[in-house]
Nanobody
Framework: VQFVESGGGSVQPGGSLTLSCEASESIDGVVMGWYRQGPGNKREWVAGISSFGYTHYPDSVKGRFTASRDNAKNTLYLQMNNAKPEDTAVYYC????????WGPGTQVTVSS
């Protein structure tokens, strides 16, 4: 399965952005995740979502990010609220264990 992320851009601190990730085949029944890689940093996990839509997050984004999915459209979403400069990164989606093929990602820049 291949992933294509979109929706990135520039946003001011405190702003919001919604990212999308379209999979090339069905993700129904598959645990999925969102990840990011900031400048000079290793790729890190930022959201997990079960096939039923149950979500969990690291403390760094909890309460600000919301992951969701539309299995009929093979699409994941990541709603980012109250964006912070440290959220600046390239964002990716992948399988819940990060073991799938990585897509191109979408750049998010949080800056005033």
């Amino acid at each position: 399965v291949q992933f294509v992320e979109s929706g990135g851009g520039s946003v001011q601190p405190g702003g919001s952005l919604t990212l999308s990730c379209e999979a090339s085949e069905s993700i129904d029944g598959v645990v999925m995740g969102w990840y990011r890689q900031g400048p000079g940093n290793k790729r890190e996990w930022v959201a997990g979502i079960s096939s039923f839509g149950y979500t969990h997050y690291p403390d760094s984004v909890k309460g600000r990010f919301t992951a969701s999915r539309d299995n009929a459209k093979n699409t994941l979403y990541l709603q980012m609220n109250n964006a912070k400069p440290e959220d600046t990164a390239v964002y990716y989606c992948n399988l819940g264990d990060g073991g799938g093929e990585w897509g191109p990602g979408t750049q998010v820049t949080v800056s005033s």
